[in-house]
């Protein structure tokens, strides 16, 4: 379950995370435990995602997958709902390579909930969000370092 009331929910964001050659393994899992343990996170919702070489797409709860390819990640089984629809699953996975495995993982951000919960107290609504991939974050650095040289 979520944080208590809608007052007091952080934003929820969502990501898959692909493992080119279906090398997905679980070992994701000790930092996903550190971010839970310390109270960073709270995870809504965890998916495995295979795509064979065709593009055929299996998707599967964490019950269904082996240990094996889990690791500590199936700690995290008992406390899942689902959010996403098999729509929004199959969207998600278009970005997957075919002969790849990837994560769906969603997660409420329990860090900026008490920002959010003063905000919406003060009147105060969000109209906007958005990311900065790392890539182009990167990519944006190395071209102010390469104008300054």
Known sequence: MMT????????????????????????????????????????????????????????????????????????????????????DVIAAAQAIEPGSSAALLVWENLWAAPFGSVVRKAGGQLVASGRIPVQALAAAIEADETQEA
């Open 4 to 87: 208590d009331t809608v007052d007091e929910l952080g934003p929820v964001d969502w990501i898959v995370v692909e493992f080119p050659g279906s090398s997905f393994n679980g070992s994701i899992a000790p930092e996903l435990t550190s971010l839970v343990d310390r109270g960073l996170i709270k995870i809504l919702d965890l998916l495995i995602l295979k795509k064979d070489a065709a593009g055929g797409l299996d998707i599967a709860e964490l019950s269904d997958v082996e240990d094996g390819e889990l690791g500590e990640l199936r700690a995290f089984e008992t406390e899942l709902a689902t959010l996403l629809s098999e729509e």
